[in-house]
């Protein structure tokens, strides 16, 4: 079966660094995207990552290794505003988006 | 640009009553919409995928005579919940993809549905 796996609940300090991890293993691969959900609105598009390495955008990041199954996303100098869910995806085959159940980040002063 | 709407974005009925929802490609044209519902603290579900023009594909465990899907234009995908009852209460959000792009998809703010 296709699965994404990705922490339940992350906690970090406004002005820190965080890493969110994300596992996948689906049927095919044709990208990876990571998006922000604020709580009752719809998700908004971070990155995607389709070629192994590092893509930068401002304060965050994400990394892709496809021979792992493995990509990450980092956020720096959080603010107040980055708590909110964190949805890794992955565009399988059928060029079908596989969901995980997103990462909730709270951000502590 | 690549902006979709969603209308309305909230809805309260009484159970058994019908609920349109529709999602709207503002600025471009979307040969294919996608429907997803989404729990509270779950993750998005796809319910379905809509194409242009011809019949939707649901996913499984997806009513079709429930969820009626139209997507009659490259614009514009409505959603039709049938019958509603309460536990169809959900956050409905579609989405929509680019013609000829296989990659983003844009999504529309969501809909909130509170069936009574």
């Known amino acids: 079966g296709q699965n994404i796996d990705q922490p339940t609940e992350m906690t970090a300090t406004e002005g820190a660094i965080v890493q969110i991890n994300c596992t996948y293993q689906t049927s095919g691969f044709n990208g990876l995207f990571w998006y922000q959900q604020h709580a009752g609105e719809a998700p908004t598009f971070l990155s995607y990552n389709v070629l192994d390495g590092l893509e930068e955008k401002g304060r965050f990041s994400s990394f892709l290794s496809r021979s792992k199954g493995y990509s990450y996303l980092l956020l720096k100098e959080l603010q107040m505003k980055d708590s909110a869910s964190y949805l890794c995806a992955v565009l399988d085959s059928n060029y079908q988006l596989i969901w995980g159940a997103g990462t909730k980040l709270i951000i502590k002063p | 640009g690549a902006v979709v709407s969603q209308h309305p974005s909230w809805v309260i009925c009484k159970s058994g009553t019908s609920v349109k929802i529709e999602c709207r490609s503002l600025d471009f044209q979307a040969t294919t919409m996608f429907w997803y519902r989404q729990f509270p603290k779950q993750s998005l579900m796809l319910m379905a995928t809509?194409?242009?023009?011809?019949?939707?594909?649901?996913e499984q465990g997806v009513e079709k005579d429930k969820f009626l899907i139209n997507h009659a234009s490259l614009t514009l995908s409505t959603l039709t919940v049938t019958s509603a009852h309460p536990e169809d209460s959900s956050f409905y959000i579609c989405s929509a993809r680019l013609a000829g792009d296989y990659n983003e998809q844009f999504f529309g703010p969501g809909t909130r549905l509170t069936v009574l």
């Open positions: 809509s194409n242009e023009g011809s019949k939707a594909t649901y």
